[in-house]
T-cell receptor
Framework: DVKVTQSSRYLVKRTGEKVFLECVQDMDHENMFWYRQDPGLGLRLIYF???????EKGDIPEGYSVSREKKERFSLILESASTNQTSMYLC?????????????FGQGTRLTVV | GQSLEQPSEVTAVEGAIVQINCTYQ??????LSWYQQHDGGAPTFLSY????GLEETGRFSSFLSRSDSYGYLLLQELQMKDSASYFCAVRGNYGQNFVFGPGTRLSVLP
């Protein structure tokens, strides 16, 4: 059974804290993605990576950074958490275009910044 | 830039047919997909159109017209369990990423 696993289902952090969200996939996928989901706004792309140590900004990268040191792991970092980063964070992975058409999602991390 | 539009809400009764439309703007188009998400769950893949035309998967069908930058998801013989949010997504930027629409919340009534 293919799997994308996010390290936490729920997190509560204080304003100004550095926050790490971890994502691991077991499908040997080249592409990995981080989205945030807010009511009425759908899924918005924060960052994506198409190879180890490669990263590309998505639509809303401000306040976030990412790390991909190993193919199976893609980390999202909130350098200094703020209340407007309270959201559901979804990690996904996929094969490159032409070798697969589907994105596989983790169960999400609901982050609350207080 | 890349953007998608779809209706925010659709309501239908059990056994009916419903169509959810999606229009998109993207560079380097590489296909249109549809995902289903139940409350509290992760999005799950439903269908993919890389070429113009209709793709059928059981009760669900999806259509794409690349010249019109338009697609739709057709759900037949609606069941209560189909109540969920449905997202269209383009594989844009020459296949590098997936960009999602805002989602359509489908409510199926008895």
């Amino acid at each position: 059974d293919v799997k994308v696993t996010q390290s936490s289902r729920y997190l509560v952090k204080r304003t100004g804290e550095k926050v790490f969200l971890e994502c691991v996939q077991d499908m040997d996928h080249e592409n990995m993605f981080w989205y945030r989901q807010d009511p009425g706004l759908g899924l918005r792309l924060i960052y994506f990576s198409y190879d180890v140590k490669m990263k590309e900004k998505g639509d809303i990268p401000e306040g976030y950074s990412v790390s991909r040191e190993k193919k199976e792991r893609f980390s999202l970092i909130l350098e200094s958490a703020s209340t407007n980063q309270t959201s559901m964070y979804l990690c996904a992975s996929s094969s490159p275009a032409g070798r697969g058409s589907e994105a596989f999602f983790g169960q999400g991390t609901r982050l609350t910044v207080v | 830039g890349q953007s998608l539009e779809q209706p925010s809400e659709v309501t239908a009764v059990e056994g009916a047919i419903v169509q959810i439309n999606c229009t998109y703007q993207t560079s380097g188009f590489y296909g249109l997909s549809w995902y289903q998400q139940h409350d509290g769950g992760a999005p799950t893949f439903l269908s993919y159109n890389g070429l113009d035309g209709l793709e059928e998967t059981g009760r669900f069908s999806s259509f794409l017209s690349r010249s019109d930058s338009y697609g739709y998801l057709l759900l037949q013989e609606l069941q209560m369990k189909d109540s969920a949010s449905y997202f269209c997504a383009v594989r844009g930027n020459y296949g590098q990423n997936f960009v999602f629409g805002p989602g359509t919340r489908l409510s199926v009534l008895p």
